[in-house]
């Protein structure tokens, strides 16, 4: 009782209560109309923010149980949204994808900040600023939305490996930006060299430390969590990794959101990336919504429509710098026209890290709280655009693409086969894809067939099939075959009948246990499903002849008929047609 009576309009429960509530009714709308969530996070947020009814508190008092008149009590939860936001691009690129990528995170990406910076400094210089704080508002405006980007786009397209790359360097750039702009300062926040080499040295310090202790004591404490099989131990630890790692980085002087990147880094290399991925993916975007929320309560309505002249002419400066630079810098280093045109336009808006580059230029003295604040409402704007941007993008990146019909497709990300279950029938459907030249994956949600598996040598991870977002994880849209061989009769014909209902034309091999249940896993939507009994049967046949002096090319022959009689007949049980699956089969070899 205690707890409800300490309830008030501006405690952090009331504050719960608002956005939880608010969001609960506007972004089930946004959904129906068929309008991105991230739009319906900043709409919330100007509703209820102190520009919105938030601002009417004084004349109807009852509004303050239904909005928030203060955002900034709200800042550490959007911080929170971004530092989860970081470790989940961790965890989508491991020590391998990142090394990889080197020429691109540091080539590319480095490139398109600087000229960026560059060609908005230079345009801020002509309208009368300072060239320090020309360069200051440049460097801050020319970082792009990792939150929103990545949220909208998918990395395993052109566009998504370049904007990633970006994207990377960006983040990694932001901790010697506010370096630099506190060396430039004119007042007290500015930094003596000495004072930021000990910074930079504490902080390779840490990273160095979490490194090491990330690959010795990671995997043990994945697999104590994984053999209890209990999602909120995995939950817990997923947690505490990153905040231990968030608050390290912090006390060295670094952002905690470089100790976020470097716990999802070491995460990725364990066995378990992807079920940590997918079960703190859902507090990923409920903290990015509160990050959101928070940009909707900084835009002044009233302010953008009296001075509407210079936030527009702000908005476009920065989007058609940003755009072009891009673009054109894709287009050099030999991206296709839409390539190039969609990544550029999608990466045009400011960042939320450019709030904090802002709030670091205004420590130092370098722009006036008046300019930052002028600034931050075009961010605002630039971030509320975003998917708009995204959306405009796409369609004239598939319009001069279609124009050229030449332009190659590109083929770089390898669809591969999905193999659920490590044990003794999953090794062996492996072993045939490996000899016969095939990419695969296998997981299982058994600790200790993962750890064996990839001591064999196998590319398996650690996942529950049983939950949905495993096989998003896992890439099933562009997955060549899915084969199910654990032995779960019910659980293996829930996932056979999910599967089928979201993808039509996957060819979905599936482990029976007898003919009525492949009969039963048939009407399921299974490609194939192959009885245990019956195999073995089979075989056992093919020994018999074989020894008693038949040739074995009649064997086989003989064998592969049977085979076809017994599948026709378990088809006919499961009241299915074979043709139609045929088709299907035919369909997905012409669109691949």
């Given amino acids: ?17 608002v956005i939880l509530g608010a969001a609960g009714i506007v972004i089930p709308l946004f959904a129906r109309i068929r309008i991105t969530p991230v739009i319906g996070f900043i709409v919330v947020g100007m509703l209820v923010g102190p520009f919105g009814l938030g601002g009417l508190v004084g004349d109807y008092p ?6 928030i008149s203060d955002s900034a009590r709200l800042v550490p939860f959007a911080d929170f949204g971004i530092v989860l936001l970081l470790f989940s691009v961790g965890l989508e690129l491991s020590f391998g994808r990142l090394w990889q990528m080197r020429r691109q995170v540091f080539g ?7 000229l960026g910076a560059g060609l908005i400094g230079l345009g801020l210089m002509a309208l009368g600023n300072s060239p320090a704080t020309a360069l200051a508002l440049g460097l801050a405006l020319a970082l792009s939305s990792t939150a929103l980007v990545l949220r909208i786009t998918d990395q395993r397209t052109p566009v998504g490996r ?60 994945f697999a104590l969590a994984a053999r209890t099989k209990s999602p909120e131990l995995f939950l817990a630890a997923s947690m505490l990794v990153v905040i231990v790692a968030s608050l390290i980085t912090g006390a060295a ?3 905690p959101i470089v100790g976020a990147l470097i716990a999802g880094l070491a995460i990725a290399e364990t066995e378990y990336h992807s079920e940590v991925e997918s079960i703190t993916a859902p507090f990923k975007g409920l903290a990015l919504g509160i990050f959101l929320i928070v940009v909707g309560m900084g835009l002044d309505l009233g302010f953008v429509a009296e001075h509407w002249g210079d936030v527009l002419a702000a908005v476009v400066l920065v989007l058609t710098s940003k755009a072009l630079v891009t673009g054109l810098l894709l287009r050099l280093m030999g991206a296709r026209p839409g390539t190039s ?31 930052a604040q002028f600034w931050q409402l075009v961010t605002a704007i630039g971030l509320t655009v975003t998917p708009l941007l995204a959306i405009a993008g796409r369609r004239l990146g598939r319009r001069l693409d279609r124009a050229m019909p030449q332009a190659e497709r590109d083929d770089s990300a390898q669809a591969r086969a999905i193999i659920v279950g490590c044990g003794r029938v999953g090794r062996l459907v492996a072993d045939m894809l490996t000899t016969h030249g095939l990419l695969y994956v296998a997981v299982d949600s058994d600790a200790e067939l993962i750890a064996d598996a990839r001591r064999s040598g196998y590319k398996a991870v650690f996942g529950d099939a049983a939950r949905g977002d495993a096989f998003a994880r896992l890439g099933v849209d562009q997955a060549t075959a899915v084969i199910l061989t654990m032995d779960d009769p019910v659980g293996v014909q829930r996932i056979v009948r999910r599967l089928r209902g979201k993808f039509p034309v996957l060819p979905i091999i599936v482990r029976a246990r007898d003919a009525s249940h492949a009969a039963a896993l048939y009407r399921a939507g299974a490609s194939h499903a192959v009885p245990e009994a019956l195999e073995a049967s089979l075989q056992l046949s093919e020994a018999v002849l074989v020894d008693l002096g038949v040739a074995m090319g009649p064997v086989i022959a003989s064998i592969h008929e049977k085979r076809d009689e ?14 139609p699956r045929l088709k299907s089969a035919t369909l997905r070899d012409r669109t691949n």
């Fill in 253 to 255: 002087g670094l952002s």
């Fill in 1 to 17: 009782m205690a707890g409800i009576a300490s309830f008030t309009p501006t405690s952090p429960l009331g504050d719960a209560i």
């Fill in 566 to 579: 017994f599948r026709a007949q378990i088809m006919s049980e499961g009241e299915l047609d074979e043709k």
């Fill in 62 to 67: 009852w509004l303050s149980f239904v909005t």
């Fill in 341 to 371: 045109t969609e990544t550029g336009i999608l990466m045009a808006s400011p960042s939320e890290t450019t709030l904090i580059v802002l709030t670091a230029a205004v420590s130092a003295k370098l722009i006036r709280p008046d300019a």
């Fill in 162 to 221: 370049a904007a990633l790359s970006m994207l990377l360097f960006e983040d990694i750039a932001l901790v010697p930006i506010i370096f630099l702009l506190g060396a430039m300062g004119r007042g007290d926040a500015a930094q003596d060299s000495s004072e930021i080499l000990q910074t930079l040295w504490w902080g390779f310090i840490a990273i160095v430390g979490l490194l090491i202790l990330g690959r010795v004591a990671l995997p043990g404490l």
């Fill in 108 to 114: 590319l990406g480095a490139l398109e900040m600087l």
